[in-house]
């Protein structure tokens, strides 16, 4: 397996030099599923700009004091959620395992910090299908809204970068979840690429150093539970869309994205577990299908919602 990572990694690093040096076509070194990670537009960054390491002691102080916090309910509404949507064998285990660990846990003083990419002058990518024009930006939010919806359902205090179509500066939107107070973020983008076979959700974490979290560890709840959708029947979906041909999540860092030193901006605040989710493809057919149906936005945001939960007990918030 690590082979396989570390000749994916050589892919992409070649595979940007080419583009950077040479302007040859990116699809040319690889099958498809194999490079691929366009939207560069948005989150990219040059090489020391990207990192905020001003009032860390400030969310590490916060992070401490809610700790402290109560225990109560959040387990009785996520194995309900889950029941509804996937498959049973999975409610099971994630009952026994949370049951077993938290049984009081109530996230109310927990603030998520959600990020939906790109808004107003800056729409991010966009894709003409059938004559109607869909933006990036649009879906970004369409998810995250929906995504807020389900966390403050569990107790969960959301904060936005924007909850409308507006402009937000790129750099500001780390800084943005340092002054909430936020202990997690969640920037939300789609994808985009010259080949329309690339398909199918990344997770981005960052490889800047000094850290307050594993942030690779972080990125892989979202994994986890992006690749859970696949399991949602198809009956329960009135588009009858083939969420099962939705690809396998796949989870990597800026570094093997643009190369040695340059971040995601979004990712800056080291003190603050983060990760930036690519939802899909715009470019590829199938995954359109997905990101414009407001169905599969409710997996993804109950997804989202899932993985913070995760996330939540397995970081011992609540301890
Ligand atoms: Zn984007």
Not at 78 to 95: G, H, L, Y
Not at 114 to 123: C, F, K, Q, V, Y
Not at 195 to 204: D, E, H, I, L, Q
Not at 211 to 224: G, I, M, P, Q, V
């Amino acid at each position: 397996m690590k082979k396989i990572v570390s000749l994916i990694a050589i892919i992409f690093t070649f595979a940007l030099f080419c583009a950077l040096v040479t302007g040859c076509d990116l699809a040319a070194s690889g099958d498809g599923t194999t490079t691929g990670s366009a939207d560069t537009s948005a989150s990219i960054v040059g090489t020391t700009s990207a990192d905020v390491t001003t009032q860390g002691t400030t969310a590490t102080t916060t992070a401490t004091t809610k700790k402290t916090t109560a225990k109560t309910t959040t387990v009785t509404t996520k194995v309900t959620t889950t029941a509804t949507t996937t498959a049973t064998t999975k409610v099971t285990t994630k009952a026994t395992t949370k049951a077993t660990t938290s049984t009081t846990v109530t996230p109310k003083n927990i603030t998520i910090f959600l990020d939906p990419g790109h808004g107003g002058s800056d729409p991010g990518v966009i894709r003409t299908y059938e004559g109607v024009e869909y933006t990036e930006a649009d879906m970004n939010l369409s998810v995250a809204l929906k995504a807020k919806e389900a966390l403050e359902k569990r107790g969960y205090t959301v904060v936005m970068s924007r909850e409308t179509d507006k402009y937000v500066a790129l750099n500001s939107r780390a800084p943005m979840a340092q002054n909430a107070g936020a202990d997690m973020f969640i920037s939300i983008h789609v994808n985009s690429f010259s080949t329309s076979s690339v398909a199918g959700p990344r997770m981005y974490y960052t490889h800047r150093t000094g850290l307050s979290y594993a942030a690779r560890d972080f990125a892989t709840y979202f994994a986890e539970e992006f690749d859970d959708i696949r399991d949602v029947p198809l009956s329960t979906d009135p588009d009858k869309l083939a969420y099962p041909n939705m690809k396998l999540a796949r989870v990597a860092s800026d570094k093997d994205l643009y190369g040695e030193g340059k971040y995601l901006a979004v990712l800056a605040a080291k003190d603050i577990p983060s990760v930036l989710i690519e939802l899909g493809f715009i470019t590829n057919d199938n995954d359109l299908m997905m990101l414009k149906s407001k169905w599969w936005q409710g997996y993804v945001a109950t997804a989202i919602a899932d993985a913070v939960d995760s996330a939540y007990y397995d970081l011992s918030y609540g301890e």
